[in-house]
């Protein structure tokens, strides 16, 4: 029974059960990443257009970033309060979340919707666009938006289904969605000649499946959450508290966007298309890379929310303090390794010397920050699955918004366009720093019954 798998969250020894629940969500972070990826590794080898295709694909990427932002409002605002309730006993608060989490989903992609057609032209120019990557970039897009209800389906309820201990079912949803776009993209792309359109129809079409499964996966009969007719109805107390605790991912996903629109000004301006290229293979790498961390963490999360919610804070400290040592260790290795082989990731993208060459230059300083950023990186996912909204979301606010926006903007007025690529470590190493700080003076405070019946 389903239950029974729910409530092993509890009983469980905690290395099997964090395997259990963290090996499908790596896999399927790892298969999402490519899901974006394969689009850019084949839209790079465009004969004759492939670097202005991939700028221009690469100058929408906050566009689409700020719309997933909007899915990790109500998947991870809402799934760890389902999660603590679960714990609780409470199966039908648990459903009425997540019911509130769909109905949010529809209105944020309405929103998202309208907004991007209506104004796409004057924002992908803000956003670094020129007359040279404009087209590819309103063609992507355009196409692109149809899918949006399809991408909040499927990464705002995905969490929803990990939360009750079907990791592996969450895992199959991603896999749908990215093996019918690797099998898609060369045929749109280059069989049938449509060029930057093919990928984003493939892209799509491959969303579809994936939200055809999700959904069905939470209309099972199997499923310990359900979705239901009744609970679609809005709850505004019940919104308010998945507002509260989803405006940190939110802001951590939206600020990328804000990140990316910076970045790509200021590389425009200082450095042009080629700079814009580079900085598009550069975050395309540090994705690829960081997917594992983000699908252990998304794993592990669950249990410590179960957990808390059931007053067992013993195997809280274990989960977290495992959790955190792991993505410390694992972006130590990982950016140890963009630092020493730059020029072989970025082959993976382009075949062009002089792009190749200037990512060879760039990036060990770009990700050098990465080395600690592991820190926080467990840090932040631990302050969502315990509740913590207000340092969740001072630690989202931290790095990108107090740091690394005013540095990329103050840096280039003293070293040109290396001033951008400084920021990015500058701001990773301090925000991890004090991240960490604030976990250790607030861990304690947290872990106790008196914080856990403030929760409603």
């Known amino acids: 029974m389903q239950t029974t ?4 969250m509890g009983t469980e020894k905690l290395s099997k059960l964090m395997l259990k629940m963290a090996i499908p969500s790596i896999l399927a972070q790892i298969i999402n990443i490519l899901y974006n990826i394969v689009d850019r590794i084949y839209i790079g080898r465009i004969p004759d257009v492939g670097i202005n295709a991939l700028t221009g694909v690469g100058v929408t990427f906050p566009i689409l970033t700020f719309i997933s932002a909007f899915s990790a409002f ?12 679960l714990g609780k006993g409470d199966r039908d608060k648990a459903e009425k979340i997540m019911g509130n989490g769909v109905f949010l989903l529809i209105v944020f992609s309405v929103l998202c ?17 020129s007359d040279s990557t404009y087209g590819y970039a309103s063609s992507y897009l355009s196409i692109y938006l149809v899918g949006t209800l399809l991408v909040q389906l499927v990464l705002g309820l995905n969490p929803y289904i990990i939360t009750q201990g079907r990791s592996t079912h969450a895992m199959v949803s991603i896999v749908v969605g990215a093996v019918t776009n690797i099998v898609l993209d060369p045929i749109f792309i280059f069989v049938f000649k449509m060029g930057v359109r093919g990928a984003a129809v493939a892209t799509v079409i491959s969303q579809l499946f994936s939200a055809i499964w999700t959904v069905y996966v939470l209309c099972d009969k199997k499923s310990t959450l359900k979705i239901k007719l009744k609970f679609l109805k809005p709850d505004f107390k019940i919104i308010g508290h998945i507002c509260a605790l989803g405006v940190s991912p939110f802001i951590m996903r ?28 550069m975050q395309s790498i540090m994705q690829l890379i960081f997917a594992p961390i983000s699908g252990f963490t998304q794993g592990v999360q669950p249990i410590i929310s179960y957990n808390y919610g059931a007053g067992k804070f013993h195997r809280v400290k274990r989960t977290y303090r495992s959790m955190i040592g792991i993505c410390f260790v694992f972006s130590l290795v990982a950016t140890l390794l963009t630092i020493f082989l730059p020029r072989f990731f970025a082959s993976m993208f382009t075949t062009d010397i002089t792009l190749i060459e200037l990512v060879g230059r760039q990036m060990p ?24 909204a207000k340092l969740s979301l001072f630690i989202a606010l931290l790095r990108k918004v107090l740091l690394l926006v005013p540095l990329a903007i103050i840096l280039p007025k003293f070293f040109g366009v290396w001033g951008i690529y400084y920021a990015e470590p500058i701001s990773d190493i301090l925000s991890a720093t004090i991240a960490t700080l604030l976990f250790i003076f607030n861990i304690r405070r947290i872990l106790t019954t008196e914080n856990l019946e403030k929760i409603k």
């Open 74 to 85: 109500v998947g991870a605002g809402g799934a760890p309060l389902s999660a603590i309730w």
């Open 5 to 8: 798998e729910n409530e092993l």
């Open 365 to 388: 300083v770009f990700m050098f920050g990465m080395l600690f950023f592991g820190l926080q990186m467990g840090i932040q996912p631990t302050f969502l699955g315990l509740g913590e």
């Open 113 to 129: 919707m309208a907004a991007f057609y209506i104004f796409m032209r004057p924002i992908l120019y803000a956003f670094g666009a």
């Open 254 to 281: 939206s600020t990328e966007s804000l990140v990316g629109i910076v970045l790509n000004r200021g590389l425009q301006l200082y450095g042009g298309d080629l700079h814009v290229a580079t900085v598009t293979v």
